[in-house]
């Protein structure tokens, strides 16, 4: 069965740092791109970064670019977002999501969730000022 399993949300206030884990299994890390999307209420789901190892490339968005970073611990089947100097505007629910032989270089057409395999849960992020 194949599943991704988020972990690592909660309250920090702004400037703080949380770090985000995506736990898959029943697939190989080697063989898909791992995505993170957040959506916030009322607004429209955002891609967020994504790392392919396969291709080893990674994809940040304008919004996160210098402030997320994005790794994979392939021993661990798991994906992280480390995410520093948090804003409110931050403040979404995070998703992570596979798609099978994508190359994050192309993700910026992917940026809307379609074409993902597999999706999480989600894990609530909340950014107080």
């Known amino acids: 069965e194949v599943k991704l399993v988020e972990s690592g949300g909660g309250l920090v206030q702004a400037g703080g740092s949380l770090r985000l884990s995506c736990a898959a299994s029943?697939?190989?890390?080697?063989?898909?791109?791992i995505a993170w999307f957040r959506q916030a209420p009322g607004k429209e789901r955002e891609g967020v970064s994504c790392?392919?190892?396969?291709?080893?490339?990674?994809y940040y968005a304008d919004s996160v670019k210098g402030r997320f970073t994005i790794s994979s611990d392939n021993a661990k089947n798991t994906v992280y977002l480390q995410m520093r100097r948090l804003k409110p505007e931050d403040t979404a629910v995070y998703y992570c999501a596979a798609a099978e032989g994508l190359s994050c270089d192309f993700f910026s057409e992917y940026a809307d969730g379609h074409g993902m395999d597999y999706w999480g849960q989600g894990t609530q992020v909340t950014v107080s000022s």
């Open positions: 029943g697939f190989r890390l080697d063989d898909y791109a």
């Open positions: 790392i392919s190892h396969s291709i080893t490339s990674t």
